[in-house]
Nanobody, 119 residues
Framework: QVQLVESGGGLVQAGGSLRLSCAAS????????MGWYRQAPGKQRELVAR??????NYADSVKGRFTISRDNAKNTVYLQMNSLKPEETAAYYC??????????????WGQGTQVTVSS
């Protein structure tokens, strides 16, 4: 059993910053990757950032403004979001692929945390 618990969402003015956190807990053998997706109402869910080992990937739209990082000891991933834009208002979801036993890995999702960027 694995749980992803997110925090850090909220209301911020355009140009402001937020830091999202996602902590994984449970019967974790290994976390293969952790990342963040976002989904605005009526829109498809899109990958924002992901970290796998020492490698990071970002959506083109957030490069240079967002930073994903990971604390392996705490099984926690962070997303520092700077210079936020109103169009980035969305529910942000933590996502992780986690090995739970043997060679079995599963995808997990957090419940989502709302980020609202006002004009």
């Amino acid at each position: 059993q694995v749980q992803l618990v997110e925090s850090g969402g909220g209301l911020v003015q355009a140009g402001g910053s937020l830091r999202l956190s996602c902590a994984a807990s449970g019967s974790i053998v290994r976390i293969n990757y952790m990342g963040w997706y976002r989904q605005a109402p009526g829109k498809q869910r899109e990958l924002v950032a992901r970290i796998s080992g020492g490698l990071t990937n970002y959506a083109d739209s957030v490069k240079g403004r967002f930073t994903i990082s990971r604390d392996n000891a705490k099984n926690t991933v962070y997303l520092q979001m700077n210079s936020l834009k109103p169009e980035e208002t969305a529910a942000y979801y933590c996502n992780a692929q986690i090995q739970v036993y043997g060679s079995i890995s599963y995808e997990y999702w957090g419940q989502g945390t709302q980020v609202t960027v006002s004009s």
